[in-house]
């Protein structure tokens, strides 16, 4: 980015620039009161995230602003870690494939309940009095709403029992309320040219900072769980809680599933349709709690639980053509273009179809009338073909539609094989890289303009470009925008950095145990990728295939990362103020599980008194804590350690009872000080 002297050279000038500065902190500030008087009206337009960083922007450029002074400390805004994920729901469609999930589980008892369509809260009790109300968040960490669920009357804010639980369900207003408050909300909607539904205003109204007082004294709590109560089944749990939270969704439960669970979905989902409360969809769980403990999650959902939603709108129309759309790894999927037809109250003129096999399988033609389903209410999706099938169906490609180099089959996709040089796929992971990075306003048509201009080619090129050029391409308002926030989003942890590459199959949750493993470095990290002989990850959860991909990508993107870390910046978690007592300054490794504290919640205590929690053992490792069970997994770290003690490296090992010790000590210091 060009210097203001430069910039001056080039008749811009040091005065113009800052009076667009000026502009952009006006307009700035100007649309983060609108964004925070809708999200209050309960009519928000955009994610909580990008709202956020709106706000850290204009902290950034103007901390002073009367904004940031107007805006107070809105009751969202506050930051609570969940002491066990709010984990979303795996999906289904079809009856059939929620008998497969139950036979797969393995299991003979399960409970069945409606899925609302409210606001995920966690409301944590101790010793039977509410201290906190969190919103679901990214599942990792909500915001408090605790100020209005204060004023929620269904809520108890005093237990009948002296419990310290978590209580987990749904803020949602009951379509008789909804029908009394609905038109204020879409009075105040309508004046910020905002539109309004019942979860909307919800969520809405949960982190207003003055919000309908009739509204949230209005606004229903369904709970549907409860954590620390140690029950074994979901229905025990709803028998004790019964009588302590007004309502409680304990659902219906059956036993031996493929005999029964046609009935119970039935009777399930006729119950959804017709109660008092939006629904999109049963839940259904399995009832045995040691039964889930064994069935275990992912980062994303637990394998315990599977979402019945409801199909969505179904019609009929005409298929036009079959589209190809190239994706950033390669992968060639065809899209249907079809006539447009109104579902579910939207204007469909495209839908999926997933895969080359089932474009096969549905053998399409043009002309063929097709019948289209909104999945869950949202993804448009071709159900079946009505028409009779023709003797020349549309098939797959022998070329990229893009690059018109070779489109090779592997089982059911088509891979662009010219990946290099494909500008669909060039494309796509620049736009990639800007979403995981968070650059707002940085979307399709910026990335397109840019590189179809040749400006931008790799990622690294988007944080190098004069604000000239931003200018000459998006005005002289957006320009210096887009400037802005890349020099925003230029600084990043290193788990960010990693995900944002794009390699296959490392994620959220992947990155953030891989950059653990090395301590945040991302030199550490290419150094093992270039290691020879090669040594394994032995990151839990990250088995060969993963430790291949992220091995050959990194050696693949070598140059590419050392143009990024030229322009980039990486950050380092934050790190506790503490520095005395038995976890300052240690890396503490946990296995095995933990008889009287979830693990997580331990890794969490220790970083709070001043440690860090990598994933695996290594030279650097200070401390092993090893629990009573999973033993494969236990001695697989042990073992590693016992190796380094060995030639003197000083590892300590204890056991839970130990630990839990240490714990306290380092509550009594920090209370102490």
């Known amino acids: ?21 000026r502009d952009t902190i006006v307009s700035l500030g100007n649309t983060i009161i609108r964004h925070q008087e809708l999200y209050d009206a309960g009519a928000p337009t955009i994610t909580d995230a990008e709202y956020d960083a709106l706000v850290e922007r204009l902290r950034r450029l103007a901390p002073k602003s009367p904004v940031l002074r107007h805006l107070g400390a809105p009751v969202g805004k506050r930051k609570v870690p969940h002491t066990w994920p709010m984990l979303s729901l795996a999906k289904c469609y079809s009856t059939d494939d929620v008998i497969d999930w139950c036979v797969d589980a393995g299991v003979d008892m399960f409970q069945i ?40 009357v269904i809520v108890p804010k005093v237990l009948d029992e002296p419990l310290s639980c978590v209580v987990r369900g749904e803020a949602i207003f009951a379509k008789t309320v909804w029908e009394r408050v609905k038109p204020s909300f879409e009075e105040r909607a309508q004046h910020r040219n905002g539109s309004v539904n019942a979860r909307n205003a919800a969520a809405g109204t949960l982190q207003a900072k003055r919000p309908q007082a009739i509204a949230v004294s209005h606004l229903d709590f369904i709970a549907y769980d409860c954590l620390t109560l140690g029950n074994t089944r979901h229905a025990s749990l709803g028998d004790a809680m019964r009588h302590l939270m007004r309502k409680f969704s304990t659902g219906l439960v059956w036993t031996t599933p493929v005999q029964s669970a046609m009935h ?31 069935l275990g999650a992912t980062s994303h959902h637990p394998r315990w639980a599977m979402a019945l939603k409801f199909q969505g709108g179904t019609g009929t129309t005409t298929l036009r053509d079959v589209v190809w759309q190239v994706s950033r790894t390669g992968t060639i999927t065809p899209v249907a273009v079809i006539d447009p037809i109104e579902l579910s109250g ?33 993804i448009p999706h071709i159900e079946r073909r009505v028409s009779p099938a023709s003797d020349n169906p549309i098939g797959g490609l022998s070329k990229c539609p893009c690059c018109k180099g070779p489109a090779k089959r592997r089982r059911d996709f088509l891979y662009c094989v010219n990946l290099t040089e494909c500008p669909d796929v060039q494309r796509q992971r620049l736009l990639f890289w800007a979403t995981q990075t968070d650059m707002m306003g940085w979307g399709e048509e910026v ?15 988007l944080y190098r470009l004069p604000i000239t050029t931003m200018i000459a391409f998006f005005g002289k308002v957006l320009g210096p925008k887009l400037s802005a926030e890349a020099e925003l989003k230029s600084t990043m942890p290193a788990p960010v950095f990693l995900r944002a590459l794009g390699i296959d199959g490392i994620g959220t949750s992947q990155s953030e145990k891989i950059m653990g493993r090395f301590d945040h470095s991302i030199t550490a990290l290419l150094d093992w990728a270039r290691c020879v002989p090669l040594v394994e990850l032995a990151i839990p959860g990250i088995g060969d295939r993963l430790e291949d991909n992220l091995r050959g990508g990194l050696r693949e993107l070598r140059r ?23 976890f300052a300054g240690k890396k503490i490794v946990f296995t095995g599980k933990l008889c009287d504290i979830e693990r997580e919640a331990a890794r969490a205590a220790v970083r709070e008194h001043g440690a860090e929690t990598p ?37 300590r090992i204890v056991t839970e009872p130990e630990f839990l010790a240490m714990l306290v000590e380092a509550t009594e210091l920090a209370a102490a000080q």
Do not use: F, W
């Open 1 to 21: 980015m060009k210097s203001p002297a430069q910039e001056a050279q080039n008749g811009v000038g040091i005065a113009s620039i800052a009076e667009r500065g």
């Open 113 to 152: 309940a409606p899925k609302y369509d409210g606001v995920s809260l966690s409301l944590i009790y101790d010793e039977g009095r509410l201290v906190e109300a969190v919103t679901r968040g990214d599942g990792k960490v909500g915001d408090s709403v605790l100020a209005n669920v204060l004023k929620m």
């Open 264 to 294: 119970y979905l039935g009777v399930a989902t006729e119950y959804a349709l017709e109660c008092d409360y939006e629904t999109d969809g049963v839940v259904v769980k399995v009832d045995s709690y040691a039964a889930r403990e064994r």
């Open 346 to 378: 939207a204007s469909i003129t495209r839908a999926t179809l997933h895969n080359l096999r089932q474009l096969e399988a549905l053998q399409l033609h043009a002309g063929a009338e097709v019948e289209i389903t909104r999945r869950g209410g949202v």
């Open 447 to 461: 990335i397109a303009t840019l590189y179809n201009d040749g400006d931008v080619i790799q990622p690294s090129e």
């Open 560 to 582: 590419e990362i050392t143009s990024l870390l030229k322009v980039v910046t990486i950050i380092a978690p934050a790190r506790s103020a503490v520095t005395t007592g038995p």
């Open 615 to 651: 994933a695996g053992v290594t030279k650097q490792t200070d401390m092993l804590v090893v629990g009573d069970l999973a033993k494969g997994e236990q001695r697989s770290k042990r073992d590693k350690a016992e190796a380094y003690i060995s030639i003197g490296i000083p590892i």
